[in-house]
């Protein structure tokens, strides 16, 4: 069965992936809502970055942020000059890695539901005296539920998944970073398959149900209507 | 004056808003023209939904936009109510709620009477607990309307509301669109392209054509230019408003008095004495005699004088004539013109083969 140490990863894992999802809605939606609305010609260049993590092998997006939050990388240099220390290998650099690699499974739906929302709600609103904040909240945030809840799973989802990132950015650490993903790796290279197998059914029975959850509640959650 | 004055110039790709305009402070104006005339841009300008670089917009006293200023009051601050050509409910709350969305937002919450009277207006008392999917496109454009006026609005702003529905669904509404005319106080600006919709229920009138205004005046001066687009062909016609003087119940026969006379027509219905009429009087239906006809079955011959002739190129010749103050067209062949050697300043005598009451 389980140790100890397999239920520390799972537990760090819930966490990370509970802080990186509130952490992406919160700078998803703005992005999304961005996309969806703007008509500058920035908007290619926004999305495509936003989109990069869906095709980039998670090693070098890893690497690059490894690189970056170094002591020697731009960001590094910052956290260190206001007294954070360098990132890589804590729990707060593997937080920062994930958000990134997590973004797109944010910001799409939310986008799509955004777009397919349309400006005449926003109008409508507009003419029955509700400020943009107060439309925002009560006609847009209803009537984008779906979209919400889309990407909250999927952002949670995906975190939990992710490996590459992780084992570049985050390593190995016990509590700090080792997720389960890391977890099941260190079963598999000392042998312990047994233990591999629980951790890996576990996630197998997780991601089924997460997206059978899903494609119940919204009956196409790539393209919301 | 104190309507609305509003001026804006705004360039699109494909034409150019321009106007100047001063619209009474009471009333229907209807802004009419051809889809791409720019009708709709300048309502939405006025709702503050476009921001014309250039742009100058008093109503009621109240300014509300001057660039010159930059005095700019954003939609969600201008006191006004507006119905989109889709009745644009918000699909997450019930009938009741929609109608509630504006109102618990202007801090009229605690005097009940705008929503009662919107409520009523509209017809609607009965929907009020529905989900929007769960209603016709009819009862959902009336609840659209009502939700406009339950902020008690000091303009009423409609975006072609009628466009989107069949011909039984106008049916079903216009009676409602007419009463918020004769029961509202305020100024009510109509998108529209129909000219039925304008004669039905306009006051007063604004053509557009280009994002320019060619013509705005009274209904009755702007139908019956004669070189106003609504004066040409089948659909040109006047109307006729005024009280009813009396009824002759063995005929059926209501009797109408308006500024030029008295006029009869036959009715299915009774009207009292005193109440409001407007009639339609198509300028095909009126032909023109030189002497007051004896042993006629017309029953409606009235004296006139022509004060204004227009030939097209299809035989036909439209006359402009003064019954009283009142203006009426009348389409007669250009033949008939010539042989009865009709003139400007001539005195003649209108003979109204047929009305309708809208």
């Known amino acids: 069965m389980l140790n100890d140490e397999d239920f520390g990863a799972i537990l760090l894992t819930l966490k990370l992936a509970s802080l990186v999802t509130v952490i992406l809605l919160l700078v998803g939606t703005p992005i999304a809502w961005w996309l969806a609305h703007t008509v500058s010609r920035w908007k290619g260049i926004i999305g495509a970055l936003v989109a990069l993590p869906l095709v980039l092998p998670p090693a070098v997006l890893g690497f690059y942020l490894l690189v970056l939050m170094g002591p020697q990388g731009a960001v590094g240099q910052f956290t260190k000059a206001i007294g954070l220390g360098t990132l890589p290998f804590t729990f707060g650099g593997l937080v920062i890695a994930s958000v990134i690699y997590s973004l797109p499974f944010v910001v799409q739906p939310l986008q799509n539901a955004f777009e397919a929302i349309g400006t005449r709600p926003l109008e409508v609103a507009a003419t029955l005296r509700a400020s943009p904040l107060d439309t925002f909240f009560s006609v847009v945030v209803p009537l984008a539920r779906p979209g919400f809840l889309t990407a909250s799973i999927l952002g949670f989802a995906h975190t939990i998944g992710e490996f590459g990132v992780v084992l570049m950015v985050g390593g190995n650490i016990p509590d700090k970073t080792r997720v389960i993903s890391m977890q099941i790796f260190n079963h598999v290279e000392t042998g312990e398959y047994a233990q591999a197998h629980w951790l890996s059914a576990g996630m197998l029975v997780f991601s089924f149900v997460v997206l059978l959850v899903l494609y119940t509640l919204t009956p196409n959650p790539w393209r919301q209507r | ?358």
């Not at chain 2, 509404?173 to 919709?197: A, G, K, M, W």
Request: proline share 5%; hydrophobic share 40%.
């Open chain 2, 1 to 358: 004056m104190e309507g609305i004055h509003a001026r804006f110039h705004l360039p699109f790709p494909d034409f150019t808003l321009e106007t100047d305009l001063n619209l009474p402070e009471r009333g229907v104006t209807a802004l009419f023209g051809h889809s791409g005339s720019g009708k709709t841009t300048l309502l939405r300008c006025i709702a503050g939904l476009e921001r014309p670089r250039e742009g100058f917009l008093q109503v009621r006293g109240k300014r509300w936009q001057d660039s010159k200023q930059g005095i700019f009051l954003p939609t969600h601050q201008r006191p006004l109510g507006y119905v989109f050509q889709e009745a644009s409910l918000f699909p997450h709350l019930n009938v009741r709620k929609n109608l509630e969305f504006g109102r618990k937002r202007t801090g009229f919450v605690r005097n009940p009477r705008g929503l009662e009277q919107a409520v009523e207006l509209l017809g609607i008392s009965h929907l009020l607990e529905r989900m929007p999917d769960k209603l016709s496109g009819g009862e959902r454009q009336r609840v659209a309307i009502a939700r406009a006026l339950a902020v008690c609005p000091q303009v009423l702003l409609m975006d072609e509301p009628l466009a989107a529905l069949d011909l039984q669904r106008k049916q079903e509404i216009l009676p409602f669109l007419s009463r918020l005319n004769s029961e509202l106080d305020i100024p009510i600006l109509y998108v529209t392209h129909s000219p039925q919709e304008v004669t039905r229920l306009a006051d007063y009138l604004v053509v557009l054509e280009k994002g320019k205004v060619l013509r705005s005046g009274t209904l009755e001066e702007t139908m019956t230019a004669l070189d106003s687009p609504l004066a040409q062909g089948q659909q040109a016609s006047t109307i006729l408003t005024g009280t009813v003087s009396a009824y002759e119940a063995a005929f059926h026969l209501t009797r109408m008095a308006f500024s030029g006379g008295e006029i009869s027509l036959p009715t299915a219905q009774a009207f009292a004495v005193g109440e409001r009429l407007r009639l339609r009087v198509y300028a095909s239906d009126v032909a023109i005699a030189l002497h007051p006809v004896q042993d006629s079955s017309i029953l409606n011959v009235l004296p006139a004088t022509i004060t204004g002739l227009a030939n097209d190129q299809q035989g036909r010749t439209m006359l402009r004539l003064n019954v009283g103050d009142t203006a009426l067209l009348a389409s007669i062949t250009h033949k008939s013109a010539s042989v009865l050697g009709l003139h400007k300043g001539m005195q003649v005598f209108a003979q109204i083969k047929a009305t309708a009451i809208l």
